[in-house]
């Protein structure tokens, strides 16, 4: 019951933090208004499996609660690599948004000029420890952010492009983490 009472607490609270961070991308769309971008690692594998493992029963939560946050989010586009677990992450946000997952190879998505192809909109990148991070830098144009650890799930960054480019790093527990 407390778990329950956690998750949804949880839940309406990066929500909130998600439509507050959105709410200048709400309105009107203008060229020049800036795009959001939201760099998700794909969730929790399956380690039994060596060659393109699926998602675990955590996995598959934290990719539904990603969603559940992500809802009012105004995501035009969801891209995912094409492994099974970063489409069964990607999945979800897709469905909630009624959009079809984008395929990308890595390093395609460093070239895309997102503000103008998303001008004051969002979109969800599903990616690896490895690439996320990378992209974020390659975005902003910094180096800020480092390939992340095997066993982190729990990182998001959210970037904004605009006439300046930013990026944070937010951390999202798994609310009811599954049995083992």
Do not use: C
Not at 9 to 36: K, Q, S, Y
Not at 138 to 162: N, R
């Amino acid at each position: 019951m407390q778990d329950q009472r956690y998750a949804r607490i949880l839940t309406r609270t990066l929500g909130l933090i998600v439509t507050l961070a959105l709410l200048a991308n709400t309105t009107v769309v203008f060229a020049d208004e800036p795009t959001t971008v939201f760099l998700i690692r794909h969730t929790e594998k399956d380690l039994s499996t060596k060659v393109d493992p699926e998602l675990t029963e955590a996995g598959r939560m934290r990719a539904q609660q990603l969603a559940d946050m992500l809802q009012h989010a105004p995501l035009v586009a969801v891209y995912s690599t094409d492994t099974k677990r970063t489409v069964q992450t990607a999945m979800p946000l897709a469905n909630n948004a009624a959009l079809e997952i984008q395929k990308y190879a890595v390093g395609d998505l460093q070239k895309l000029d997102w503000q103008q192809l998303y001008p004051g909109q969002a979109v969800a990148v599903i990616g690896h420890s490895n690439t996320i991070p990378r992209l974020a830098n390659a975005l902003i144009k910094d180096q800020q952010f480092e390939d992340l650890d095997e066993s982190d799930y729990d990182s998001v960054f959210i970037l904004t492009i605009g006439e300046q480019r930013t990026a944070t790093r937010i951390m999202i527990p798994l609310a009811n983490r599954p049995s083992q």
